[in-house]
Protein backbone atom coordinates (compact mmCIF):
# COMPACT_ATOMS: atom_id res chain seq x y z
CA UNK A 1 0.00 0.00 0.00
CA UNK A 2 2.67 2.12 0.65
CA UNK A 3 4.94 1.57 -2.00
CA UNK A 4 1.95 2.40 -4.24
CA UNK A 5 1.22 5.78 -2.79
CA UNK A 6 4.75 6.61 -3.07
CA UNK A 7 4.72 5.43 -6.63
CA UNK A 8 1.23 7.70 -6.89
CA UNK A 9 2.81 10.64 -5.48
CA UNK A 10 5.85 10.85 -8.00
CA UNK A 11 3.79 10.33 -10.85
CA UNK A 12 1.97 13.50 -9.83
CA UNK A 13 5.03 15.31 -9.15
CA UNK A 14 6.80 14.06 -12.18
CA UNK A 15 3.52 15.80 -13.94
CA UNK A 16 4.21 18.85 -12.02
CA UNK A 17 7.69 19.62 -12.83
CA UNK A 18 7.04 18.04 -16.75
CA UNK A 19 4.66 21.03 -16.81
CA UNK A 20 6.63 23.42 -14.93
CA UNK A 21 9.85 22.98 -17.40
CA UNK A 22 8.09 22.31 -20.56
CA UNK A 23 4.85 24.61 -20.18
CA UNK A 24 1.11 23.40 -21.19
CA UNK A 25 0.97 20.96 -23.98
CA UNK A 26 0.00 23.63 -26.45
CA UNK A 27 3.12 25.22 -25.77
CA UNK A 28 5.26 22.02 -25.91
CA UNK A 29 3.99 21.91 -29.47
CA UNK A 30 5.18 25.42 -30.49
CA UNK A 31 8.46 24.09 -29.24
CA UNK A 32 8.29 21.39 -31.46
CA UNK A 33 8.70 18.71 -28.68
CA UNK A 34 7.21 15.31 -29.05
CA UNK A 35 6.09 13.58 -26.19
CA UNK A 36 5.14 10.56 -28.29
CA UNK A 37 8.64 7.79 -28.59
CA UNK A 38 6.93 6.19 -31.00
CA UNK A 39 6.85 9.16 -33.01
CA UNK A 40 9.68 10.44 -32.18
CA UNK A 41 12.42 7.43 -32.65
CA UNK A 42 11.92 7.96 -36.25
CA UNK A 43 13.02 10.93 -36.42
CA UNK A 44 15.89 9.93 -33.65
CA UNK A 45 17.01 7.64 -36.98
CA UNK A 46 16.76 9.63 -39.76
CA UNK A 47 18.49 12.46 -38.23
CA UNK A 48 21.36 10.56 -36.60
CA UNK A 49 20.46 11.48 -33.14
CA UNK A 50 21.53 9.84 -30.23
CA UNK A 51 19.26 7.63 -28.89
CA UNK A 52 17.57 7.88 -25.53
CA UNK A 53 19.16 5.23 -24.03
CA UNK A 54 22.43 6.62 -24.93
CA UNK A 55 21.10 9.90 -23.76
CA UNK A 56 20.22 8.65 -20.42
CA UNK A 57 23.47 6.61 -19.81
CA UNK A 58 25.57 9.87 -20.41
CA UNK A 59 23.61 12.02 -18.03
CA UNK A 60 23.79 9.10 -15.42
CA UNK A 61 27.67 9.91 -15.42
CA UNK A 62 27.45 13.32 -16.11
CA UNK A 63 24.78 14.33 -13.58
CA UNK A 64 23.86 13.68 -9.82
CA UNK A 65 20.19 12.39 -9.66
CA UNK A 66 17.71 10.46 -11.22
CA UNK A 67 16.66 10.57 -14.90
CA UNK A 68 12.85 11.33 -14.22
CA UNK A 69 11.86 12.65 -17.84
CA UNK A 70 12.88 12.07 -21.63
CA UNK A 71 11.66 14.55 -24.37
CA UNK A 72 12.66 15.37 -27.62
CA UNK A 73 12.50 18.98 -29.02
CA UNK A 74 13.08 20.76 -32.39
CA UNK A 75 14.66 24.22 -31.20
CA UNK A 76 15.40 26.28 -33.54
CA UNK A 77 17.45 24.42 -36.28
CA UNK A 78 18.70 21.39 -33.95
CA UNK A 79 17.53 19.15 -31.82
CA UNK A 80 17.61 18.63 -28.47
CA UNK A 81 16.72 16.58 -25.23
CA UNK A 82 14.89 17.97 -22.56
CA UNK A 83 15.79 16.18 -19.69
CA UNK A 84 13.71 16.41 -15.90
CA UNK A 85 16.57 15.44 -12.91
CA UNK A 86 15.44 14.45 -9.71
CA UNK A 87 18.81 15.66 -7.65
CA UNK A 88 19.85 13.55 -4.20
CA UNK A 89 18.20 16.36 -1.89
CA UNK A 90 14.84 15.59 -3.95
CA UNK A 91 14.97 19.04 -6.13
CA UNK A 92 13.95 18.43 -9.71
CA UNK A 93 16.02 20.65 -12.26
CA UNK A 94 15.99 20.39 -15.57
CA UNK A 95 18.72 20.26 -18.41
CA UNK A 96 18.67 20.78 -21.99
CA UNK A 97 21.08 18.78 -23.69
CA UNK A 98 22.07 18.40 -27.84
CA UNK A 99 20.81 15.33 -29.51
CA UNK A 100 23.28 15.12 -31.81
CA UNK A 101 26.52 15.21 -29.55
CA UNK A 102 24.87 14.87 -26.11
CA UNK A 103 27.10 16.11 -23.07
CA UNK A 104 29.38 16.70 -25.80
CA UNK A 105 30.02 13.06 -27.02
Do not use: N
Not at 2 to 20: D, H, K, P
Amino acid sequence: MLTALRRAVCLILVAAVSGAVTGSPAARADEGCIADWSQAAPIVKAEGLASVERVTELARAAVKGEIVKVTLCKQADRWVYLLVVREPAGRHKSLTVDAKAPFGR
